[in-house]
């Protein structure tokens, strides 16, 4: 089992604060671009909020520092509240590096609001430096070809975390690299649901999708003259492209969706744009190619 680090719990009075329209800039949106932030709305009369305040300061509470609570009361400070469209309360908004990235009404039950609150304080990385030493250490292997290694690591950090996203994502990409689909796809049904919308579970689903989809797709070089013989035909480019990014042409793959997407953005129900967003998923989100991918994309859908 790996040795980790014990984490200190920070005093709630540090990341549980009462905000207000003054202070909202240096609170909220200046806090955000260092520790996720999530704001609770509330009012004095307002009877769901005595309910969800006590069980979103506790959870931020177990938290240990990783994200801030500020909570603001509506009838002395509608400013923010208004320009967030604050229709109803209890309404609380989560922040991160400067914009509202999640958020919900109403007074969840405290099993729903500690995932929540989870969710979002893992968007600020992970206080203890002997998880995420292991992690990088894991990722490292993986980049190095020791998937079977990578494997090991991955899943033993799953025992000392169950809900580490970054985690399952590299235990599934671990047993991709190994050939073994049906494993990881095994792994990512089995992740917990309260992590399943994350995005790296998200990116990894969008992998096993393109192998999947790869595995029929044939030869590159018969797919090639293919399309190099009949330019309009879409099936054979389309899954010219599905084998190139198996074979990790991945900017050519893009490239032929793209050319696609040129000739007939209808065809197949708008084939070439879904598999070029499953291709965006399956990259990091600041990835080139995703990104440059993305702007001819909307380019030409602009156009």
């Known amino acids: 089992m790996i040795e980790l680090g014990q984490t200190q719990t920070a005093p709630a009075g540090e990341h549980i604060i009462d905000g207000s329209d003054d202070t909202f800039m240096q609170d909220v949106i200046e806090a955000s671009q260092t520790i996720p932030v999530i704001v609770d ?24 520092g990783r994200v801030k609570l500020v909570k603001i009361d509506v009838d002395a400070n509608p400013g923010y509240a208004g320009q967030l469209r604050v229709q109803s309360i209890p309404t609380v908004y989560a922040f991160h590096q400067g914009q509202p990235i999640d958020g919900f009404q109403g007074a969840l039950p405290p099993s729903e609001v500690t995932a929540f609150v989870e969710k979002i304080a893992a968007l600020g990385g992970e206080p203890d430096n002997g998880l995420a030493d292991a992690i990088e250490a894991a990722e490292a292997m993986l980049e190095e070809g020791a998937a079977a290694d990578a494997a090991e690591t991955f899943a033993a950090i799953l025992q000392e975390d169950p809900n580490n996203a970054a985690s399952y994502a590299g235990l599934v990409k671990s047993y991709l690299a190994l050939d073994d689909v049906d494993q990881a796809e095994a792994v990512l049904n089995g992740a917990p649901a309260e992590i399943s919308t994350d995005p790296a579970l998200e990116a990894v689903a969008a992998q096993i999708a393109l192998v999947r989809e790869a595995a029929d797709a044939g030869p590159v070089a018969e797919l090639q003259g293919q399309v190099d013989a009949n330019p309009d035909d879409h099936q054979a480019r389309l899954d010219l492209a599905t084998a190139m990014h198996a ?39 600041k990835d080139p190619i995703a990104l440059n991918g993305r702007r001819k994309l909307s380019s030409m859908i602009f156009a």
Request: net charge negative; charged share 25%; aromatic share 12%.
């Open 247 to 285: 074979n990790g042409q991945t900017e050519e793959a893009v490239d032929q969706l793209l050319e696609l997407f040129r000739r007939d953005r209808e065809w197949n129900d708008g084939a070439a744009k879904a598999q070029l967003f499953k291709v965006f998923d399956a990259l990091d989100a």
């Open 41 to 64: 709305f509330w009012a004095t009369w307002c009877g769901p909020c005595k309910t969800l305040g006590p069980a979103i300061e506790a959870a931020v509470t177990a938290a240990g």
